[in-house]
């Protein structure tokens, strides 16, 4: 690898590839070489050669930025993806480093920090932003088993409930109905002996399911 870093930028919005053109145009060491509008053209890009990096967004019509990289690691093994996404959900993240990306940063990301990444990733690191390492470390970190019969999905409701999230905020959190979560809820507070919420959240914190 040469000491510039060749970059494909891969996001469906127009507005945001050509903002992330603009940007890496501004890095030291960084050249854009290619821009996608979903998986597809990315790969296309690539199969050109001449590329170190693809800054890869995940939600993308046509073949997503997941399938993307499945693609780009078993054909390009050389080329190096960066996830740079809106999402930092476990789901993700997940999926995306089994796929093989190399790193993955939020969008919340700064010029300085993107082109580190896209300069740390090209040289073969892996580079992570510090909400997704922190994921990465939780999920790595055994869990006790749920208190008192708790299902996990009970277990991750009242540690949403000891958070002080409302029925409707972790029903959009957890991708499920209210009414599923009122289920859950209902469920949970009969297996805790809870009758109302502060009851919950104490219990949650007396049990270590809750941030302190």
């Known amino acids: 690898m040469s000491e510039l870093v060749r970059v494909v930028v891969a996001d469906d919005q127009q507005v945001v590839r050509e903002g992330l053109v603009a940007l890496l145009g501004l890095i030291d060491g960084v050249e854009v070489v290619g821009a996608a509008g979903n998986g597809v053209e990315a790969v296309e890009l690539v199969a050109r050669g001449n590329v170190d990096v693809v800054l890869m967004d995940l939600r993308m019509p046509?073949?997503?930025?997941?399938?993307?990289?499945?693609?780009?690691?078993?054909?390009?093994?050389?080329?190096?993806?960066?996830?740079?996404?809106?999402?930092?959900?476990?789901?993700?993240?997940?999926?995306?480093?089994?796929?093989?990306?190399?790193?993955?940063?939020?969008?919340?990301?700064?010029?300085?920090?993107?082109?580190?990444?896209?300069?740390?990733?090209?040289?073969?690191?892996?580079?992570?932003?510090?909400?997704?390492?922190?994921?990465?470390?939780?999920?790595?970190?055994?869990?006790?088993?749920?208190?008192?019969?708790?299902?996990?999905?009970?277990?991750?409701?009242l540690k949403l409930i000891a958070k002080g999230l409302s029925n409707s905020e972790i029903a959009e959190l957890l991708f499920i109905g209210e009414t599923t979560v009122k289920t859950h809820i209902n469920n949970t507070f009969a297996k805790i002996g809870a009758r109302h919420r502060a009851e919950a959240v104490r219990y949650a914190y007396r049990n270590g399911l809750a941030e302190s």
């Open 62 to 157: 046509v073949l997503d930025g997941v399938q993307a990289t499945a693609r780009l690691t078993a054909q390009y093994p050389e080329v190096a993806v960066l996830v740079l996404t809106t999402y930092a959900d476990d789901e993700s993240i997940t999926s995306a480093l089994r796929a093989g990306a190399r790193g993955y940063l939020t969008k919340d990301a700064g010029r300085v920090e993107i082109g580190a990444a896209l300069k740390s990733t090209a040289a073969g690191h892996a580079t992570f932003d510090p909400e997704v390492s922190r994921r990465l470390v939780a999920a790595m970190t055994p869990t006790p088993p749920p208190a008192d019969g708790l299902t996990s999905r009970e277990t991750e409701v």
